[in-house]
T-cell receptor, first 114, second 115 residues
Framework: AQSVTQLGSHVSVSEGALVLLRCNYS??????LFWYVQYPNQGLQLLLKYTSAATLVKGINGFEAEFKKSETSFHLTKPSAHMSDAAEYFCAVINTGGGNKLTFGTGTQLKVEL | ETGVTQSPTHLIKTRGQQVTLRCSSQ?????VSWYQQALGQGPQFIFQYYREEENGRGNFPPRFSGLQFPNYSSELNVNALELDDSALYLC??????????????FGPGTRLTVL
């Protein structure tokens, strides 16, 4: 079964610094990969998705992610962190042809410090 | 366009009771998925409904059941509540995926506490 692993349950960066949140996937077939953000007491918002088109995917709020098949990775980056980026981030996967069931990682809490 | 709404926002129940959570899908969406998010964890897929029928189920016991209505709204029912059922329950609506993918739009969730 497909799965994703997020390395680092907590990440802390300074405002203006690079944000790097790590996600590795395990799938026997080409997957669809996603990053979601969750602000406190809210539902999930889609940041970006990879659906086998371009390997570098740009999302909302300045975030982007690169699909690397050789490394089975889909890390999320943002060049310059903002205080408003503080939230929990989830990587998720769907197998192509496997219906619309999302399998999520355990999440990474991003803290942005002044 | 109205987004996905869920009710109630918060709920407190005692062990052994039954609970019903409700979800209204986004306009035009006929597929609804339910997820359980325990504290500090990622959401876990419970089941999905399409055209009023269950269309996939995760690793949850039968005391977790659901319904979808002709207007595509949905209910999640949990019987014989256990302490471990305490979680945020998320509903997501989408168009049918047809074997591919359609974006799921999430509601704000219902926070269930079982005492």
């Amino acid at each position: 079964a497909q799965s994703v692993t997020q390395l680092g349950s907590h990440v802390s960066v300074s405002e203006g610094a690079l944000v790097l949140l790590r996600c590795n996937y395990s799938s026997s077939v080409p997957p669809y990969l996603f990053w979601y953000v969750q602000y406190p007491n809210q539902g999930l918002q889609l940041l970006l998705k990879y659906t086998s088109a371009a390997t570098l995917v740009k999302g909302i709020n300045g975030f982007e992610a690169e699909f690397k098949k050789s490394e089975t990775s889909f890390h999320l980056t943002k060049p310059s962190a903002h205080m408003s980026d503080a939230a929990e981030y989830f990587c998720a996967v769907i197998n192509t042809g496997g219906g619309n069931k999302l399998t999520f990682g355990t999440g990474t809490q991003l803290k942005v410090e002044l | 366009e109205t987004g996905v709404t869920q009710s109630p926002t918060h709920l407190i129940k005692t062990r052994g009771q039954q609970v019903t959570l409700r979800c209204s899908s986004q306009s035009g969406h006929n597929t609804v998925s339910w997820y359980q998010q325990a504290l500090g964890q990622g959401p876990q897929f419970i089941f999905q409904y399409y055209r009023e029928e269950e269309n996939g189920r995760g690793n949850f016991p039968p005391r977790f059941s659901g319904l979808q209505f002709p207007n595509y709204s949905s209910e999640l029912n949990v019987n014989a509540l256990e302490l471990d059922d305490s979680a945020l329950y998320l509903c997501a609506s989408s168009l049918p995926s047809g074997g591919g993918y359609n974006e799921q739009f999430f509601g704000p969730g219902t926070r269930l506490t079982v005492l």
